[in-house]
Structures are given as C-alpha cells and as structure tokens.
C-alpha cells in the first residue's frame, strides 16, 4: 500500500508536466499564427494599395484612341509626377478679327476627350480655350468641365501634374505632410482614400504641391479658385448687403468645422442650431469678423444679403475647407 501510495503522485506530476508542455505549445502555436496572419494582411493591404496606385496610371483605353497621361511609379523620396501628357491640339494662329474664334471648334474636342473619360485630356484643352478663346458659350462650359475634372482627378490617387509621389518616412504624420507641401490633412486623406489619421512607414502617397488661390467678384457673386494661377473652379457665393463684404488682398487665417456662431449682442449659437448662421464650416480671414462660412440658406446665394461674409452651399464651402490650408490669400474685389 505504501508503495502504490508514493507512486501515483509521480504519475501525476508527470501527467500536469504534459499538460502544461501541451499548452504552451498551442499558446505558441497561436501567436505564430497571428503574427503570420497580421503580417499576410498588411501585404495584402500594401498589395491592393500598389494595384490601386497602378490602375491610377494606366491609360483609359477610348473609342477614339486617345490615352490620358500616365504617372511614374513612387520612389522613395517625392518627385514631381511627370507624364506623358497626350498632344495638345494644335491652335490656329493668333487670330484676326476675320479669323473665327477658336473655342467652338475645341470646345467639342474638349467633350469628345470628356465623354471618354480622358481627364488630363480634357484639362489640355480646356486649357486652351481659356487661354486663346473669347467666345463666352465656349469659356463657360470650359470652366465647367475643368472643375468636375480637376476635383475628380485631386480627391483620387490619379497622377497628376501638380501631385508628387511620396513615400513615408521616419517621423512622418499627416499633419507633418501636410506642413511640408502646404496642404491640408483632409485633401491628403481624401485624395490617398484614407480612413483615419494613422499612416505607416513606407506607405506611399500622391499629395498636391501647388498652392490654391481665390478671387472674390461683388459684382458677380462668385469665387473663382485658382490652382498655380490656373483655372480651377468657379463657385456661387453670396456677399454682403450694401457692398459690407471689404475689398482687398487677405489671407485665410483659421479653418473650422461645425462652427460656432457669436451673435452681435454676445450671445454665443452653437453649431446646429437653427440660430446658427454659419453653415457646416468656417474659414477666418485676417480681418476681424470676416471670412467665409457656409449657410442653411441656399436661396441667399447669389445674391447680396449677408451681413458681410462671404457666404457658400454647404458643399461647397466643404469641398473649399477641404482644399485650401491657412494662408492661402483671398482677394476680393
């Protein structure tokens, strides 16, 4: 009896050894597991990002044959994205008062190129007509396709000729990027379709470096935005009543969402009430009291009826806080 009595502990001892030895493997097991299963994830994150990037640069195949411009490939520092941008349609020399005028006759290459989707295309001779054209039918509806097309080709990770290529690196953040190419962190995320603020090393990236601009007209209640001095798009605003919008060269001072508005008397109206005058966003300028807001009041764009401010759509000024950083100028006129 003594001796069955001392050996059953021994086989239990050896027994819990088994288990544990058991256990630990499968703990191992499962964080090798997961380790692989992270590390196969974020390749395939990485892959479908490059395959994204890659059908960004590759031509959109036409009935006519004609292909937009393709990018070159990220490097690891930023490089201007140089393309081969499709030939310009050759225009007819400086025209006569007895030469007709050229935009008619571009305007329906301008849609031709449009309807194929050839954006950079459609932008090179849009272009065109802006620069060489006065007949107003033609400029109008130039200026229309530029602003679908060049928000189209910004708020995605096509190539373009103002983007750069990026890779990141040690120390980088959105905010970091941002600073650096004078842009803002929405048009980066919106632009690279990022979800949130987090960014990794060596993710790659196409982020504007141009610098916007914007003009404000009283007379014709409308702000034209400007790309490296270039066209961009043109907007409906509302100005103020009695000409009370200033006139001048000013500079955007302050960017904020869901703004709150301070009434004459002092009275502080938070962000959606219906008190609040301000709209979905508020941009300072450099002017006590002014700058540019949205409204829930759509009617009074277009006309002079604020009490200063330069008023926008709701979407509008959204698109506008998306794309212009601090220190962009504003001029009015």
């Known amino acids: 009896?003594?001796?069955?009595?001392?050996?059953?502990?021994?086989?239990?001892?050896?027994?819990?050894?088994?288990?544990?030895?058991?256990?630990?493997?499968?703990?191992?097991?499962?964080?090798?597991?997961?380790?692989?299963?992270?590390h196969r994830a974020e390749q395939a994150k990485d892959k479908a990002f490059e395959q994204e990037l890659q059908q960004a640069d590759q031509p959109v195949q036409a009935a006519g044959g004609i292909e937009p411009s393709s990018a070159t490939s990220a490097s690891a520092s930023a490089q201007p994205v140089t393309a081969n941008r499709p030939t310009p349609v050759p225009l007819p020399p400086k025209y006569a008062a007895n030469q007709p005028d050229p935009g008619p006759e571009l305007i329906q290459t301008a849609e031709k190129r449009y309807a194929e989707k050839d954006f950079p295309?459609?932008?090179?001779?849009?272009?065109q007509i802006l620069d060489a054209s006065t007949d107003p039918s033609?400029?109008?509806?130039a200026e229309v396709l530029l602003g679908d097309v060049n928000t189209t080709l910004l708020f995605a990770p096509y190539p373009m000729e103002e983007k750069v290529d990026y890779t990141?690196?040690?120390?980088?953040?959105?905010?970091?990027?941002?600073?650096k190419y004078k842009t803002t962190v929405e048009l980066i995320q919106k632009s690279n379709n990022l979800r949130g603020s987090l960014i990794r090393l060596g993710d790659r990236f196409r982020i504007l470096n141009g610098t916007f601009s914007a003009?404000?007209?009283?007379?014709?209640?409308?702000?034209?935005?400007?790309?490296n001095d270039r066209f961009f798009k043109r907007y409906?605003?509302?100005?103020?009543?009695?000409a009370r919008t200033p006139e001048g060269e000013f500079q955007i001072t302050d960017r904020v969402p869901q703004p709150t508005w301070w009434?004459?008397?002092?009275k502080r109206v938070p962000y959606g009430d219906p008190e609040n005058l301000l709209g979905t966003h508020w941009l300072s300028l450099n002017i006590r009291g002014y700058g540019l807001h949205g409204t829930w009041e759509p009617d009074s764009v277009g006309k002079q009826?604020?009490?200063?401010?330069?008023?926008?759509?709701n979407e509008d000024i959204e698109e506008i806080y998306t794309l212009v950083p601090v220190g962009t100028t504003v001029t009015i006129k």
């Open 236 to 242: 409906r605003v509302g100005t103020g009543e009695f």
């Open 263 to 266: 009434r004459p008397d002092g």
């Open 121 to 127: 295309g459609t932008r090179e001779v849009c272009f």
């Open 215 to 227: 003009v404000v007209d009283k007379n014709a209640n409308d702000l034209v935005l400007y790309l």
């Open 138 to 141: 033609a400029r109008t509806r």
């Open 305 to 313: 009826s604020s009490a200063g401010c330069v008023r926008m759509l």
């Open 168 to 179: 990141v690196s040690r120390g980088d953040t959105l905010a970091v990027l941002a600073k």
């Open 1 to 38: 009896m003594q001796d069955i009595y001392l050996y059953q502990p021994q086989r239990s001892q050896k027994g819990c050894f088994r288990l544990v030895l058991l256990l630990v493997v499968l703990v191992t097991g499962g964080i090798i597991w997961l380790l692989v299963a992270r």
